[in-house]
């Protein structure tokens, strides 16, 4: 509704559209927060037994202790800054790598909360370019991540946690193939220290064995 209105302002009165049009935007997002927070917060406020209500100032209290950055976020802050990046990518299961040379730029979303990540370089001899935001999920425990590429139009979405160091990350995905069906990922994110991360891909195609096709290593630019 308010894009519609925004929409009929402008093609109306574009001097009125200026004037209005922040306001109402800004409207409409605490509009759409606040709907938010009602339809989480039945689903906090109900307590482990008897399904009686949470103390409103107790539920309130939680949704702020989830909303925090910790730990998790603090390593993944620690990203910030130019990298260069040495990729290796394989076509086929048992056959030569093709090797190639990028860079990526990290910086830090949401006072720290995500990461914003864009790549640079070649995938199958052609330019490629990529965006990532990263993240960890106070309330899923999982850490959350989102890419999207010049090679494709659809949004590839994994989650995963990290082992006993803290440090390795463990996620999984899927995307549909050409042709039908759909193929698995599983990547392997390891932070060694703020300068030097890697960053692997394994996929599964139509049930068949499990193959890396895709490595890249990140050094943090002098």
Not at 36 to 64: F, H, I, Q, R, T
Not at 68 to 86: C, N, Q, R, V, Y
Not at 88 to 102: D, L, N, Q, R, V
Request: proline content about 5%; overall charge positive; hydrophobic content about 35%.
């Amino acid at each position: 509704r308010c894009g519609r209105l925004s929409l009929t302002l402008s093609a109306t009165d574009p001097v009125a559209a200026s004037e209005k049009e922040v306001p109402m935007r800004r409207s409409c997002v605490m509009m759409l927060c606040l709907c938010a927070l009602l339809m989480v917060a039945p689903a906090m406020a109900k307590e482990k037994k008897g399904g009686m209500p949470m103390d409103k100032d107790a539920m309130m209290e939680l949704w702020k202790q989830l909303a925090t950055p910790g730990e998790p976020h603090k390593m993944l802050a620690s990203l910030a800054g130019s990298w260069t990046t040495k990729a290796k990518e394989w076509m086929e299961p048992g056959k030569p790598a093709t090797e190639s040379e990028g860079t990526a730029e990290i910086k830090t979303l949401m006072d720290g909360r995500f990461i914003y990540q864009e790549y640079r370089g070649t995938m199958m001899g052609q330019p490629y370019s990529g965006i990532g935001i990263d993240g960890y999920d106070n309330m899923k425990k999982k850490y959350v991540t989102a890419w999207m590429d010049s090679m494709g139009t659809g949004l590839f979405i994994m989650e995963g946690t990290a082992g006993a160091d803290g440090r390795t990350i463990t996620l999984k995905g899927s995307h549909p193939e050409p042709g039908g069906g759909q193929m698995h990922h599983r990547a392997v994110w390891k932070i060694a220290d703020s300068n030097t991360q890697t960053f692997e891909m394994y996929g599964t195609h139509h049930g068949q064995k499990e193959s890396k096709v895709l490595e890249i290593t990140y050094t943090r630019k002098p």
